[in-house]
């Protein structure tokens, strides 16, 4: 039986490189900015109590939908 793989060919092949900003703080403060003028998340402010992490959870979910139904 035949190896699938060919054991004699290198094993990661690098197709191209990513470049890291060279201020990571400004470029994410612009991704927050950006993503914010396209879906702004309207959860209103406040301290929010909950019976358990399932029922927090069902609220956060209700209004990331409320978010991308209006």
């Known amino acids: 039986m035949e190896p699938i793989?060919?054991?004699?060919?290198p094993?990661?092949?690098?197709?191209?490189?990513r470049k890291a900003p060279t201020d990571a703080l400004s470029y994410a403060l612009g991704l927050?900015?950006?993503?914010n003028q396209i879906?702004?998340?309207?959860?209103?402010r406040g301290?929010?109590?909950?019976?358990s992490h399932e029922e927090?959870?069902?609220?956060?979910?209700?209004?990331l939908i409320q978010?991308?139904?209006t």
């Open 47 to 51: 301290v929010y109590r909950f019976r």
């Open 32 to 35: 927050q900015r950006a993503l």
């Open 39 to 44: 879906a702004p998340l309207r959860i209103p």
């Open 11 to 17: 094993v990661g092949k690098t197709v191209g490189r």
């Open 67 to 69: 978010r991308r139904t």
């Open 56 to 63: 927090a959870d069902r609220w956060l979910m209700d209004r």
């Open 5 to 9: 793989i060919n054991l004699d060919d």
